[in-house]
């Protein structure tokens, strides 16, 4: 099954845990907010995030205090 990610930037409060967890999935903005840059996908949510990463994902979703990081099996754009 694909998985796919995107963060909700409106609610992202910069605390930079996903990408501690996941630093191969997402990156920082200017501001610190965090963007999903798993091969190109600009956080648009249309990359499937492959096997070997998802546990990485869990742990950053899992780390989230604000939930924000949405994850779905179908893409999201
Ligand atoms: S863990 Fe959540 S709140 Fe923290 S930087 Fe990542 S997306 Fe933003």
């Known amino acids: 099954m694909a998985t796919y990610a995107v ?3 409106s609610e992202c409060i910069a605390c930079g845990s996903c990408g501690t ?38 742990e950053a979703v899992e780390s989230c205090p604000t939930e924000c990081i949405k994850v779905d099996d179908k893409a999201f754009a």
């Open 7 to 9: 963060v909700d930037k």
């Open 21 to 58: 967890s996941a630093p191969e999935i997402f990156e920082f903005d200017d501001e610190g907010l965090a963007e999903v840059i798993y091969s190109g996908d600009n956080n648009r949510g249309v990359t499937d995030i492959p096997e070997n990463l998802r546990e990485d994902l869990q």
